[in-house]
Nanobody
Framework: VQLQASGGGLVQPGGSLRLSCAAS????????VGWFRQAPGKEREGISC????????FYIDPVKGRFTISKDEAKNTVYLQMNSLKPEDTAVYYC?????????????????WGQGTQVTVSS
């Protein structure tokens, strides 16, 4: 199983980025996929998740209304569209898989991880 996260970069406050998580060795049809981030000096936190079967989506409050998680089953890829970015969104972003999104804020329950992609929001 491999997850390949990409799409990070440097963006000004208020800007947008779209992260991608391309999966191989498993199908996003059958696994929930979560996005996590880890800012310098802070613990990794789960920020969003999309469930496998019904495609329900979940967000923590700080990103709700700004970030949108989605998936393309044909491409076996999950996306995180990030709008209205703030300096506090600066972090390394990771994608990971679990059987469901019940504990999407807790990285302990996620089995497979991508390598991370850096997002820097700065003027």
């Amino acid at each position: 199983v491999q997850l390949q996260a990409s799409g990070g970069g440097l963006v000004q406050p208020g800007g947008s980025l779209r992260l991608s998580c391309a999966a191989s060795g498993l199908s996003v049809n059958f696994y929930a996929v979560g996005w996590f981030r880890q800012a310098p000096g802070k613990e990794r936190e789960g920020i969003s998740c999309i469930s496998s079967s019904d495609g329900n989506t979940f967000y923590i409050d700080p990103v709700k209304g700004r970030f949108t998680i989605s998936k393309d089953e044909a491409k076996n890829t999950v996306y995180l569209q990030m709008n209205s970015l703030k300096p506090e969104d600066t972090a390394v972003y990771y994608c990971a898989t679990d059987h469901n999104c019940l504990d999407y804020t807790d990285d302990e329950f996620f089995s497979y991880w991508g390598q991370g992609t850096q997002v820097t929001v700065s003027s």
